[in-house]
C-alpha cells in the first residue's frame, strides 16, 4: 500500500509539469476472468497532443465462490494512451501498459475460528483502446476495452465519464 501511495503521489508530480489538459472521471467496469462488474476511477494527463498517462483503480465487486468464500480483485492500472487524429469531437486511442491486480480470498478457518485472508498481487500488461466522445470543454463520456495479459488474464471493458481540471 505504501508503494502505491508512492506511486500515485509521483503520477501527481509529474502531472504539475504536463500539457494542459487533465481528466478525472470514473465509471463502471467488468472483468470476465472475475466474472464480475466493479466500479473505477481514473485519470487522464496530456504530455503532448496525442500522448497521455492514464492511471486507473477498479474494484471489482466480490464474487461468492462456495458458500461464504469470496474472491476480490482490484487492479491498479497506468496506461499510456495514443491518440489518433480524427478532426472531430471523437478520440480514438490505443492504450498498453502496466496492470497490478491484487486478489484475495478471505475465509473462515474451521480449526480455530479464525478469519483467514489469502492474497497475491500480480504484475501484468494492458493493451487494448477506447473511444471518447468530446459533449463540451468539461465533460468527456468514454469506453474502453483492454486485455490484461498477467496470471489473472481478463478482458475488461470499462465505461463511464471523464471531467476536465482546470
Do not use: W
Amino acid at each position: 500500500m505504501k508503494r502505491l501511495i508512492i506511486l500515485l503521489t509521483f503520477i501527481t508530480t509529474i502531472n504539475c509539469t504536463c500539457y494542459a489538459q487533465k481528466y478525472i472521471g470514473g465509471g463502471i467496469a467488468y472483468g470476465t476472468q472475475i466474472e464480475s462488474a466493479g466500479i473505477g476511477i481514473n485519470g487522464e494527463y496530456f504530455v503532448t497532443d496525442n500522448i497521455s498517462i492514464a492511471p486507473s483503480l477498479i474494484y471489482f465487486f466480490p464474487r461468492t465462490l462456495l458458500g461464504d468464500l469470496k474472491f476480490k480483485q482490484t487492479d491498479l492500472n497506468i496506461n499510456a494512451n495514443y491518440y489518433f487524429e480524427t478532426g472531430s469531437e471523437l478520440g480514438l486511442y490505443a492504450l498498453g501498459g502496466l496492470n497490478f491486480a491484487i486478489v484475495s480470498v478471505p475465509f473462515f478457518n474451521p480449526f480455530n475460528g479464525e478469519r483467514v485472508s489469502n492474497s497475491s498481487t500480480e504484475i501484468g500488461l494492458n493493451l487494448g483502446g477506447g473511444v471518447n466522445y468530446k459533449v463540451n470543454d468539461q465533460l468527456l463520456p468514454f469506453v474502453e476495452l483492454k486485455y490484461n495479459i498477467s496470471d489473472f488474464d481478463q478482458l475488461i471493458l470499462m465505461g463511464g465519464v471523464r471531467f476536465m481540471l482546470n
